[in-house]
């Protein structure tokens, strides 16, 4: 049985977008034809694929469970057939999926896509939430490029060390803690919250109050930054986070800023990507333009 493997990046598109009219504007042909692709996909895998639901379409199940593979499929042919082209910038055509913690994305994010659009107008950046495990997205090539606070521990995956943040606290204006130095027993005896998309109500910074002798009260856990950042604001709660990565949301929100009372060494920051990528001139390109973007965190002003 001979097939058209141009259906499989129909396919990929097709479980991607979860439309046909999204399918053909991504891969730039005209509805029509691809409703025809759908046709011969179906026919090819006796699955539906995609059925209707009211106004949307919804995969099947089979569609489900070969979303992956399809996708690994249609990204390494690309690099094969394009391992030896030159990159072309203006004419490069590509989506990538770039996952940063959301302090460093509200920071950087804007820089990153203006960048990339300035240079690579074709290109098209998913900027997404930072999920608890980075290894088998970036294995399975559902994300391109991740930021990470340690190295990985699998030597597929790469590491670059982009630069090292300081912890510091973040508290409203008039605080009880702006009045005289602040001590780790000070600093413990107020109330905190603390950053955990998973809703933690411990973290590292406990255990170092407890070799101390210390024991804080944490008030709440907030799943983003921002969101911790606006509490410290609103509320006597004390926030601990990274200088640089949240310089900007901290200045907007009109919040001081107090030194860390605790001897922590500083936060370091990772770029992680997958070893197949290491020869691709395209995501070398990524890559090279997030390092700028955020090593400019690091640099004095």
């Not at 598109?13 to 034809?33: D, F, I, K, N, Y």
């Not at 011969?40 to 099947?60: C, E, N």
């Not at 896509?113 to 088998?136: F, K, N, S, W, Y």
């Not at 509490?231 to 986070?241: G, I, S, Y």
């Amino acid at each position: 049985m001979q097939l058209d493997l141009n259906l499989l990046t129909a396919l990929d598109a097709l479980l991607e977008e979860g439309s046909v009219q999204g399918a053909a504007a991504r891969l730039h042909v005209t509805s029509p034809a691809m409703s025809r692709s759908l046709s011969r996909i179906r026919k090819a895998t006796g699955d539906q694929i995609l059925v209707r639901t009211g106004r949307h379409m919804t995969p099947t199940t089979r569609a489900l469970a070969m979303r992956t593979q399809v996708h690994a499929l249609v990204q390494q042919a690309h690099h094969l057939l394009s391992a030896q082209a030159e990159l072309d910038l203006a004419t490069l055509e590509r989506v990538f999926t770039v996952r940063w913690h959301d302090a460093l994305a509200s920071t950087c994010g804007t820089a990153l896509i203006a960048a990339a659009h300035r240079q690579a107008p074709g290109v098209q950046v998913r900027l997404t939430a930072e999920p608890g495990d980075d290894t088998p997205e970036l294995r399975r090539g559902e994300v391109d490029l991740a930021s990470s606070a340690g190295p990985p521990s699998l030597p597929d995956i790469r590491h670059r060390l982009v630069g090292r943040d300081r912890l510091l606290l973040a508290v409203r204006p008039g605080h009880a803690l702006t009045e005289q130095p602040v001590t780790a027993e000070r600093y413990a005896a107020a109330d905190h919250v603390i950053v955990s998309r998973r809703g933690s109500l411990h973290d590292r910074i406990d255990d170092a109050l407890t070799a101390l002798g210390h024991e804080r009260r944490v008030v709440a856990s907030a799943p983003t930054t921002v969101t911790a950042l606006q509490l410290a604001r609103e509320t006597d709660l004390v926030v601990t986070l990274s200088d640089a990565a949240t310089r900007s949301a901290r200045h907007q929100l009109g919040l001081t800023t107090l030194p860390l009372p605790l001897d922590l060494p500083d936060v370091p920051l990772h770029l992680l990507w997958h070893q197949r990528h290491d020869n691709d001139p395209a995501h070398v390109w990524l890559r090279e333009t997030a390092t700028r973007t955020l090593q400019a965190l690091f640099t004095p002003s």
